[in-house]
């Protein structure tokens, strides 16, 4: 079965400063990994995806992340934060059963920047 | 540009009432889905369809019902509302149910039951 472990429930930054959201997960085949992003009483906003191709995956806004097989992680970075990054993030893994496809999310990291 | 719209935006309901949302999607998208979000919780799949005509139960569908009335729409019912179904519900539409692409959502449903 797959899941998805977010590390961290919580994250704060300074502005200006870099960013890394953890995420695990586990899967019996090759996933597929999505990061998404929801602001504040907005909906979910896709940042990311792999999907097999290249490890290192670059995003929107200047986030990226690199899929690690050996440590089944799929953390999210971004080299300095701004205060528009503030949000909830979600990393999610693409689960098939037979020919159908389900989304796994999550728990979500709130990531906090102060000024 | 739409993508995927979802109404009402807000609703408050006493214990007992029943209501309908409503989720329409102008991608020509094949599968459809219904979430609920709940703190530290993530999303939670109510339910889904994988293709007009067809729906399956996902991981919380108790309490829940589900209608494809054609392939732009997807509606989701609570018959008897309850305090435990207070939470903020999301419609998603994917391209087919096998793809690994991502799914793309409407802006969500804020439900508060009373």
Not at chain 1, 7 to 27: A, F, I, K, M, Q
Not at chain 1, 75 to 87: E, G, N, Q, V, W
Not at chain 2, 33 to 55: F, H, K, N, V
Request: aromatic share 10%; glycine share 8%; hydrophobic share 30%.
């Amino acid at each position: 079965a797959q899941s998805v472990t977010q590390l961290d429930s919580h994250v704060s930054v300074s502005e200006g400063t870099p960013v890394l959201l953890r995420c695990n997960y586990s899967s019996s085949y090759s996933p597929s990994l999505f990061w998404y992003v929801q602001h504040p009483n907005k909906g979910l906003q896709l940042l990311l995806k792999y999907t097999s191709a290249a490890t290192l995956v670059k995003g929107i806004n200047g986030f990226e992340a690199e899929f690690k097989k050996s440590e089944t992680s799929f953390h999210l970075t971004k080299p300095s934060a701004h205060m528009s990054d503030a949000a909830e993030y979600f990393c999610v893994v693409s689960s098939f059963s037979g020919n159908t496809g389900k989304l796994i999310f999550g728990q979500g990291t709130t990531l906090q920047v102060k000024p | 540009n739409a993508g995927v719209t979802q109404t009402p935006k807000f609703q408050v309901l006493k214990t007992g009432q029943s209501m309908t949302l409503q989720c329409a999607q102008d991608m020509n998208h094949n599968s459809m889905y219904w979430y609920r979000q709940d703190p530290g919780m993530g999303l939670r799949l109510i339910y889904y369809s994988a293709s007009e005509g067809t729906t399956d139960k996902g991981e919380v569908p108790n309490g829940y019902n589900v209608s494809r009335l054609n392939k732009r729409e997807f509606s989701l019912r609570l018959e008897s509302a309850a305090p435990s179904q207070t939470s903020v519900y999301f419609c998603a539409s994917l391209s087919q149910s096998y793809s690994n692409q991502p799914q793309h959502f409407g802006d969500g449903t804020r439900l508060s039951i009373l």
